[in-house]
C-alpha cells in the first residue's frame, strides 16, 4: 500500500498495539508507514486481522484515499481476513460524503463478492446516501425494492423515506400519511421524525401547521426523553424562520440540559427566552445559575 520502510517495534507485535499506534497518528503517509511495517513481522507470527485492517481503511476513506482503501479489501480477502459489513458501509458512505453516489452502490453491490450479505442496516445506508443526493426518483424505487424483499419497515428506513418525501411540496403530504401510519407498522415517531416534518413544512411555508406538530412533538415529551440536542437544532430552525416558541417549552429544553451537564447550552437558551420576551420560571434560574455554580 504504501513505503515499505522499517518501524522500530519495541515489543512484541499485536493488532491492538498497531491499531492504537496508527490511530493516534494523525499524519496519513507515517499511518500507513506503521501499518506496512507491521506486515514486515510475519516471521514472528504477526498478521493483520480484521480489527487493523477496518482502522486502516478508515484512516484512508477519511482522507479520501478510496484506490488504497478498495486495494485492502482485496488484500482482506486474498489473506482470507473476516470482512464485516461496515467496512463496506463505512466505504459506501466516504464515496456519499463527496458525492460519487455511483461508487458507493458499485461497493454495496460488490459486498456478494466478499461473501458478505448485506442487512436491512446496508439497504437503509444505501437509502439515505440516494435521499441525501437528491436522487429521489431512484431513491423511491430502492426502497420498494428494499420491502419487495422482504426488509421490514423500520423508525430508520421511514425516517429516510419522510426525509426524501420532505424534499418537495407536492409530497408533503405522503409523508405525513406515512407518520401517520408509523404506529400500524411497530414503530413511534421519534424527534427525528417530527424535526424532518417540521423543517419541511418550515420550508414550504406551513408555518402554522410546524407549529401545531412542534406542539404535538412537546406533548409527547420528545423535546426531552428523546433527543434534546435534536431538539436544540430544531429550535435553532424555527427560531431563525421567526416562529416562535412557549416558556413551557424553553423551561423543559434548560432543565434537561443542565441534567445533563450541557450548562452553556441551557444558559443560551435562558438568554433566548429573555430576548424572546418569556420570563423563565424560578426552578429554571436555579437550574443554571446551580449548575454554574457547583463547577466553581
Not at 30 to 49: C, N, R, V
Not at 62 to 80: G, H, P, T, V
Not at 247 to 266: I, N, P, Q, W, Y
Request: hydrophobic share 40%; proline share 3%.
Amino acid at each position: 500500500m504504501g513505503s515499505k520502510a522499517m518501524f522500530k517495534w519495541s515489543k512484541q507485535i499485536t493488532p491492538s498495539l498497531v491499531g492504537q499506534l496508527f490511530q493516534a497518528e494523525r499524519d496519513l503517509q507515517k499511518a500507513i508507514l506503521i501499518f506496512d511495517s507491521a506486515t514486515a513481522e510475519y516471521a514472528k507470527g504477526f498478521q493483520h486481522d480484521h480489527s487493523t485492517f477496518s482502522l486502516m481503511i478508515s484512516k484512508l476513506v477519511s482522507a479520501n484515499q478510496f484506490r488504497s482503501a478498495e486495494e485492502l479489501l482485496n488484500r482482506m480477502k486474498e489473506e482470507k481476513c473476516n470482512i464485516t459489513e461496515d467496512i463496506f458501509l463505512s466505504i459506501c458512505r466516504a464515496y456519499g460524503r463527496v458525492h460519487r453516489l455511483l461508487d458507493a452502490v458499485r461497493i454495496f453491490h460488490t459486498m456478494k463478492d466478499f461473501q458478505c450479505k448485506p442487512t436491512k442496516k446496508s439497504y437503509i445506508t444505501v437509502f439515505a446516501i440516494l435521499v441525501e443526493e437528491n436522487q429521489l426518483k431512484i431513491a423511491l424505487r430502492f426502497y420498494r425494492h428494499m420491502r419487495e424483499i422482504g426488509i421490514p419497515p423500520s423508525i430508520a428506513s421511514l425516517n429516510v423515506l419522510i426525509k426524501a418525501l420532505c424534499k418537495n411540496s407536492g409530497t408533503m403530504d405522503s409523508a405525513f400519511q406515512i407518520f401517520r401510519e408509523m404506529p400500524n407498522c411497530g414503530c413511534t415517531p421519534d424527534s427525528y421524525t417530527y424535526g424532518t416534518l417540521i423543517n419541511g413544512l418550515c420550508r414550504f411555508g406551513k408555518i402554522g401547521k410546524a407549529k401545531e406538530l412542534f406542539k404535538e412533538m412537546e406533548t409527547k415529551c420528545l423535546c426531552t426523553n428523546g433527543d434534546p440536542n435534536r431538539a436544540f437544532q430544531l429550535y435553532l430552525s424555527m427560531r431563525s424562520r421567526g416562529i416562535s416558541i412557549n416558556t413551557g417549552t424553553f423551561d423543559s429544553l434548560v432543565e434537561c440540559f443542565c441534567e445533563r451537564g450541557d450548562l452553556h447550552k441551557a444558559a443560551f437558551i435562558v438568554d433566548e427566552m429573555v430576548i424572546d420576551g418569556c420570563v423563565p420560571a424560578e426552578g429554571t434560574w436555579n437550574a443554571v445559575v446551580g449548575g454554574f455554580w457547583d463547577r466553581r
